[in-house]
């Protein structure tokens, strides 16, 4: 058995925090079959505190203090910078703004080891924190279609997962901390989102003023009333279109969602019981109650989380990487390899491929690298689950033809394929290019087109490679 | 009396006997609602005949993937169990007793997996292939089916052909034979050999010529290694068919093999079908595990345990 160090680094709108999680990777097959090596245990090794984000202004990070708070949760681990080996840093909510993502990324760069990816924005922040949460461990379990909510801060991540596929990824400004409230019991601070909220109810809130429960008891119930209608369970209003987070995905309901899952600090008081509203400094503990009494809690069957404020960060720390195929071929010393984007073929360009034909590939490729202005690309497509011989060779035969022209010199190239045939596709494309340039061919990894890939150092005697595919980079 | 009163009185008697107390004209009329309710003498089927209307090939994936069992109560979690199992799950039953589809598909399967056993691997894929066949000393199939023994050994003029045709002290010497299913061999073979050969090839490795064995146990690569001098045997052998498949094959790869060694020195690679691993992919991955095999001079437990 070989494991993984991976780290989570999550900043959201309310809290950021670091774990450290150890990825065991075994060979899972039997003695007389084809090794099949997969990740077998996720173990969180190390929880760090739940800080709040240090701010600039109301919206602006505070990058050094985020380093520092970083840099103790390294220490109090025990790990030193860069001894990871993979995992992810998130930046999520109101905090994932551009100035903020580079910011961030600036201060943190040499903690990140050689293979820490960072992502950002809603989309991702859904799937990774219901990964976290356990919400997706249990739709492929229990064969059911799971929503899970993620009420943070500023915003709810919502993602559907189907058996453990996600079929659907939606965020609504809804969060604990829309609103807030000083010691003295008086309104600090209205975002965007809430003045909408209380025009929309008829409620007049004023900063300086005095937090009247009922008032904000009635906006936290108004924002549960548009999370019932995101998940289909009234009609819609004005109001839903108005707190959709500018930039996310349009959410896509399941027909058959049976159970539901909460996560993100909010989830706490959505499952448990606050007395004191107001301990929190923000309606969080309001907007938790409300829900609660919302229909969203007796339409659905009610699912508890395995983490609730932790769920991203332990989501983002182990379930971004994933390990490729166990019969894969590649030439030595290429990892590790980051960032690289993904050229898809659709099922009619395959299947040129697979006829030997590469002028499709060529075209697609040259189009590619000067669209995205890069020097190479992922070529991804599905394969064939039990391809001939033949047919294997055309492919190789189509792949060479295609990108060997195109690409520049000494550039590999790079193939990932769905079905398990990687290992005799590469053998044969390396045959054809008589070593001219190298070959990374992987398999059993599923890529959408825009998806951009890291590929770290083999593992378990070079049998795997650890693969994060990621959907948004940033820096 | 006729049926129903009869089927009245017992039940009537079977209740008081179990403490209850229901009067008989009670239970006559329940029953004679049942009976009048039902649809009009479905001696056979209750299903409305769907059941034993065949139309389609029921040994094909797509009718094994559809569930039998009628209402489910998740239609959409039973498709995901089946998509995960070749296991005939969801498949309702009558009574006590199968559904008339699922034991058709069964006896269908087991038919399959007989033939598989039992036809000779069709001459025209051999030459095709380029590959002589020669025979192990038993005679005809129950023969070989019966006597394992002799499924190892080969007469001395067998030998001599082999000798005579083949490529003398090679690094690998390759072959196929039908073992338990000439199934097996015909869906991958053409697949899997070129793959290992090439494969082979790339890495300098030097490869004798391939053939075919009738007839053929694991064993017999132990006489077939010392007639050709080989380091390494590979045989590609038909496993013995089961219910889900009968096209799976095994490579049995032993280094220095000689007859009579412990079969703990063979290293295998099962599964090698269209639901397994794919025959090409296979291929490459043996080619590997050949080139490693050389290199350790060792196979079977010796090379798993370093």
């Known amino acids: ?475 | 009396m006729d049926n129903n009163d009869l089927l009245s009185r017992i039940i009537a008697e079977v209740i008081s006997e179990m403490g209850g107390n229901v009067p008989a004209s009670a239970v006559e009329s329940a029953v004679k609602e049942s009976i009048s309710s039902a649809s009009p003498a479905p001696a056979y089927s209750g299903s409305g005949g769907t059941d034993i209307n065949i139309t389609t090939d029921i040994t094909s994936k797509e009718s094994k993937a559809t569930p039998t069992l009628e209402n489910p109560a998740d239609m959409d979690s039973l498709l995901r169990m089946k998509s995960k199992t070749p296991a005939r799950i969801g498949v309702g039953r009558a009574g006590g007793r199968l559904k008339t589809q699922t034991l058709l598909t069964l006896r269908a399967d087991h038919a399959a997996a007989k033939d598989a056993v039992f036809m000779d691997v069709d001459p025209a894929l051999l030459e095709k292939m380029g590959l002589f066949s020669v025979t192990t000393l038993c005679t005809d199939k129950n023969q070989f089916l019966t006597r394992p023994d002799l499924g190892r050994r080969f007469s001395d003029e067998a030998i001599r052909e082999i000798q005579s045709k083949c490529v003398k002290n090679a690094d690998v010497q390759i072959y196929a034979s039908d073992g338990l299913s000439s199934t097996a061999i015909k869906a991958n073979l053409e697949n899997i050999l070129p793959a290992i050969m090439d494969g082979l090839k790339s890495k300098g490795i030097s490869v004798g010529t391939p053939f075919f064995v009738k007839f053929g146990r694991v064993g017999a690569e132990d006489a077939i290694s010392e007639a050709l001098g080989c380091k390494v045997v590979c045989v590609l052998i038909g496993e013995r068919p089961g219910l889900a498949t009968a096209e799976s094959m095994s490579a049995y790869i032993a280094y220095n093999a000689t007859v009579g060694m412990p079969e703990a020195r063979r290293t295998v690679v099962s599964n090698i079908h269209s639901g397994g691993i794919a025959a090409v992919e296979a291929g490459a991955y043996i080619a590997d595990l050949i080139e490693k095999i050389l290199k350790a001079k060792k196979s079977g437990v010796e090379l798993q345990n370093g």
């Open chain 1, 1 to 475: 058995m070989k494991s993984i160090l991976s780290v989570g680094i999550d900043i959201g709108t309310s809290t950021t925090q670091v774990i450290f999680s150890s990825l065991n990777v075994e060979n899972t097959s039997g003695y007389f079959t084809v090794p099949k090596i997969s990740i077998v245990g996720k173990e969180i090794i190390y929880k760090g505190g739940i800080h709040r984000t240090p701010l600039r202004t109301s919206t602006l990070i505070d990058g050094e203090a985020v380093r520092a708070i970083v840099a103790d949760e390294f220490q109090k681990a025990g790990f030193r910078p860069g001894q990871t080996d993979t995992g992810a840093v998130i930046i999520t909510g109101e905090s994932a703004r551009k100035e903020n993502s580079e910011e961030v990324l600036r201060y943190l760069s040499d903690f990140a080891g050689e293979f820490v990816v960072s992502t950002a924005g809603p989309d991702i922040e859904s799937v990774v924190a219901g990964k976290g949460s356990g919400a997706a461990a249990y739709s492929e379990e229990n064969g059911v279609a799971v929503v899970n909510l993620d009420i943070g801060g500023g915003t709810t991540n919502a993602v559907i997962f189907d058996d453990g596929e996600v079929t659907g990824k939606g965020c609504l400004d809804v969060g604990g901390r829309l609103i807030t409230v000083d010691a003295s019991g008086k309104i600090d601070y209205i975002s965007e989102s809430a003045k909408k909220v209380a025009e929309y109810v008829g409620v007049e809130l004023r900063a300086g003023n005095a937090a009247r429960t009922e008032d904000l008891s009635r906006i936290c119930d108004e924002y549960a009333a548009v999370l019932e209608q995101f998940l289909g369970l009234s009609e819609p209003t004005a109001l839903l279109a108005a707190l959709k987070t500018p930039g996310s995905s349009e959410f896509i309901l399941h027909p058959k969602l049976r159970a539901v899952c909460f996560s993100g600090g909010v989830a706490d008081f959505v499952y448990g019981t606050q007395q004191d509203p107001f301990r929190f400094g923000d309606i969080g503990v309001l907007l938790g109650q409300a829900i609660r009494r919302s229909r969203i809690c007796t339409a659905f069957r009610m699912i508890g989380a395995a983490e609730t404020i932790r769920a991203t960060v332990v989501g983002a720390g182990t379930y971004t990487t994933s390990v490729s195929g166990s019969t894969i071929d590649y030439s030595d010393g290429l990892f590790p390899l980051k960032n690289i984007p993904v050229l898809r073929l659709d099922e009619k360009e395959q299947s040129a491929c697979f006829a030997g034909d590469g002028a499709v590939l060529r075209d697609k490729l040259q189009w590619f690298l000067r669209q995205n202005d890069c020097r190479n690309a992922v070529i991804a497509m599905d394969g064939r689950s039990d391809p001939s011989y033949i047919a294997v060779q055309n492919l190789a035969k189509a792949i060479v033809d295609g990108a060997d022209p195109i690409l520049p010199s000494a550039e590999p190239i790079m193939v990932v394929l769905r079905h398990d045939m990687a290992k005799v596709l590469g053998r044969q494309i390396r045959a054809l290019l008589a070593d001219k340039r190298p070959v990374i061919s992987v398999d059993s990894i599923i890529v959408q087109q825009n998806d951009y890939i890291d590929m770290g150092r083999p593992l378990m005697d070079g049998m795997v490679i650890p693969v994060v595919v990621k959907t948004l980079i940033f820096g």
